[in-house]
Structure formats: C-alpha cells, structure tokens
C-alpha cells in the first residue's frame, strides 16, 4: 500500500493540511545543529572583538524570532501560539554547537519551529562572523526530539 503525503491533494498539489479534528496535546521539540568556525575567527567571537558585537546574544535572540516566525518562511506550516523557545549556542574550539527547544499545546507542530530556530541562529552567527572567516560551514541541523502527537515519542539514535 503507497502511503500519501498528506500536504498533497488527490492531484500532487500542494497544500496546507486540514489539522481542524486533531487532538489538542502538548507538543515540545528540541533541534540541534553546528556552524564551524576558522580558529582565529572563533577567538575574535569569543572576546566579543568582532565588528557587529556580540555574537551569542544576537543568534540566541534570533533563533527564538524564528521559531516564532516559521509560518512566515515555511510556506504549508501552521501559525503556532508558541508557550516557551529556548535557544543555546555552546561554543566549541571549532565554532558553535547551537540547541533549541520549543513547546506548544495545539493540534500540530513544535518541530519545524525548532529546526527553524537553529537554521536561522546559525545563519546570524555566520552573518556576524563573516568579515572574520568566509569559509564557516552549517552543519547537522538535525530533530534530535519530539514528544507529543499521534506519533508520541520520537528520539534520534
């Protein structure tokens, strides 16, 4: 039996899913992802010497106005009332480890609001970092956890 995507019509177009019957539950997600950084440019964030300030502070702030956001730059996501965003950079020698956590009570979503807060946390730092070090790289922007749903619990191995 072929499984349908549900954000696709009986023609393959596109379309919001109708979440108006799902169960109201409590739904969190937690996303991780990196930016690696040159270690002459990651010591310059590190003393808060680069150009735009502070890096940690300004990516924290952003990623949290992201996963608010989502609906804005993800076309088929549901506009969520978010009940609480957490955003974590943790530096490495080699750049970022960057971590966010999102909750919500509703009949979808949490997941795409955190990977969303890491994408967008990591593209501040490497906006904030790149008259540093042109060469970062974003990385492993991965759902590491989900709880809540018709699906329960989802941890990545």
Sequence with gaps: MKRRLS???AKGTARM???SEKAVTRREAVARGRIRIAPAAMRLARQGRLAKGGVVEVARL???LAAKRTS???PLCHPLALSHVDVELTPRRDGF???ARVRTSGPTGAEMEA???VAVAALTVYDMVKAADKAMEITDIVLV???GGKTG???RK
């Design 153 to 155: 619990r989802y941890r």
């Design 97 to 99: 480890v960057i971590e």
């Design 145 to 147: 956890e989900k709880i």
């Design 115 to 117: 990977l969303h807060a």
């Design 72 to 74: 804005d730059a993800i």
């Design 17 to 19: 899913v109708d979440v």
């Design 7 to 9: 954000h696709l019509d």
């Design 62 to 64: 952003a990623g949290i």
